[in-house]
């Protein structure tokens, strides 16, 4: 079979320079809210934008469909990173999660999340018409399973479970029946009400300790007030001194959420807890606004995909930034227990940002070839 080329003559009208503008003001409002959690990794978030950019605008001129050919080496890649991180990885508070490359560190499981979105876009294409096939669903799920074991391996239960979720989506919108659907939800939602009872439970086999506390600290704030609700407690406190417009960027105050070091890392899981003291509701409504307008951007260029793949790749990477976004933010306001979910462009941290400028490259490059340009 003789491959597409990996260009074609686009027509610059349907470029989402909206898509770009929005993400755009996102990251360097991230950026500026970084500096002033912790300046000495301001610059190295620039430059994670800088490669973003770039990348963002090469792969938006590179065909996806040419791209998905190469989908099982996609997986593959995937899963050799992945097997790489545990065996030759950094161990950072207990956790094995990067890959030092001398001059940075590379987080693979931030990769795996786009690499497996294109790979089920063309997989679950290819299979769109026995979607409903047990043979196809299992096979699915087993093709999955690699990923979520090595990650949760790591450990990394958040990054696992945003993984799980959008695959999820990506079944849906593939053409799952609603009737599959309902039968596993009716098996789902008991399951699930069960699992969380035996894990506030003394000598619980599922979840590490310090996971468990998390929950029980979720539960209960008040009983761990000092140990693992302090972070959460003091996010809110942040939060709420913000009030209507914040403290101010860079503000110096001893009381402050970052000077009192009452949160470890403020530059990256809680870095909506920053948002709020020194933005405050405006500028937390803000954030929520920019990242609402890039998903519902990103699903309305899949909607008008010219193929299943498109449709899927587009709202496969919406519902990985609505959903980050929603944990992180609900983390940070008490909703969620404590999990370390990034705040997507907002967050510190390179291999995050830059895989998802790449996400939203593909995006643009769906854009550009809509139903009604073949």
Not at 113 to 141: C, G
Not at 196 to 204: D, K, R, W, Y
Not at 290 to 304: E, F, M, N, S, T
Request: charged share 10%; aromatic share 10%.
């Amino acid at each position: 079979m003789r491959l597409p080329k990996p260009t074609k003559p686009y027509r610059l009208k349907e470029y989402k320079f909206n898509l770009v503008v929005t993400v755009l003001i996102l990251s360097i409002l991230g950026i500026m809210v970084i500096g002033s959690a912790k300046q000495s990794v301001q610059n190295k978030q620039i430059m994670g934008l800088v490669i973003g950019l770039v990348a963002m605008v090469i792969i938006s001129l590179i065909d996806y469909v040419w791209v998905l050919n190469f989908y099982w080496i996609l997986y593959g890649l995937n899963i050799i990173m992945l097997i790489l991180t545990l065996v030759i990885g950094d161990t950072v508070n207990g956790a094995k999660r990067w890959i030092n490359l001398g001059f940075t560190s590379v987080q693979p499981s931030e990769l795996s999340k786009l690499f497996l979105i294109l790979f089920f876009a063309k997989f679950l294409m290819d299979h769109q018409e026995d979607i409903n096939s047990m043979r196809t669903i299992i096979t699915s799920v087993i093709l999955l399973i690699p990923t979520l074991v090595l990650i949760l391996a790591q450990p990394n239960l958040s990054t696992t479970i945003t993984i799980a979720v959008v695959f999820c989506v990506v079944m849906y919108l593939a053409g799952l029946s609603y009737k599959f659907i309902g039968t596993v939800l009716a098996i789902a939602i008991p399951v699930a009400v069960i699992f969380i009872s035996i894990i506030v439970q003394p000598n619980q086999p599922f979840l590490e300790p310090y996971q468990q506390k998390r929950v029980l600290a979720w539960l209960e704030p008040e009983k761990y007030a000092s140990d693992e609700a302090y972070q959460q407690n003091n996010s809110l406190m942040a939060i709420g001194s913000g009030q209507l417009k914040g403290k101010g960027l860079n503000n110096n105050t001893t009381t402050s959420v970052k000077n009192g070091n009452f949160i470890l890392e403020p530059q990256t899981d809680f870095i909506f807890a920053i948002v709020g003291e020194e933005l405050g509701f405006v500028g937390c409504c803000i954030v929520i606004g920019l990242l609402l307008l890039i998903v519902i951007q990103c699903i309305l260029i899949g909607i008008k995909s010219q193929d299943m793949a498109g449709r899927i790749i587009c709202c496969g990477i919406a519902t990985q930034i609505g959903f980050q976004g929603f944990v992180n933010i609900s983390v940070a306001t008490g909703i969620f227990p404590n999990t370390g979910v990034p705040l997507p462009f907002v967050s510190y941290g390179l291999t995050s940002l830059v895989t998802l400028y790449m996400g939203i490259g593909i995006v643009l490059n769906i854009g550009l070839q809509p139903k009604k340009y073949q």
